[in-house]
């Protein structure tokens, strides 16, 4: 059974860097074919997909957020991270990674989702 928990602050002041870090266990993040992948829920709104990082190491931002994301991974800790840089307001959302199965958009497994809001 593959399991996905996310970790970060709750908080973040506007124009800082949010950090949110995907613990998996159950299954290795450089097994062959899975895209892990970040997605957010912004209040009121539908789930907008972040990006990914797959099995090989390479990640993929959707381009209206590249300018100021970053998706990594740590394989000896087999977690991999979110940074967004210079946030604002409009970045609250309930954050959620998860994995999918060839970056097709069919994530299987999700983690329970931490919410971080953008305030001073």
């Known amino acids: 059974q593959v399991q996905l928990q996310e970790s970060g602050p709750g908080l973040v002041k506007p124009s800082q860097t949010l950090s949110l870090t995907c613990s998996v266990s159950?299954?290795?993040?450089?097994?062959?074919?899975?895209?892990w992948t970040w997605i957010r829920q912004p209040p009121g709104k539908g789930l907008e997909w972040i990006g990914h990082?797959?099995?090989?190491?390479?990640?993929y931002v959707r381009p209206s957020l590249k300018s100021r994301t970053s998706i990594s991974r740590d394989t000896s800790k087999n977690q991999f991270t979110l940074q967004l840089s210079a946030v604002t307001p409009e970045d609250t959302a309930v954050y959620f990674c998860?994995?999918?199965?060839?970056?097709?958009?069919?994530?299987?497994?999700w983690g329970q989702g931490t919410q971080v809001t953008v305030s001073s």
């Open positions: 990082i797959d099995y090989r190491g390479s990640s």
């Open positions: 159950g299954g290795s993040i450089t097994s062959d074919y899975y895209y």
């Open positions: 998860a994995r999918d199965l060839g970056g097709l958009g069919n994530a299987d497994y």
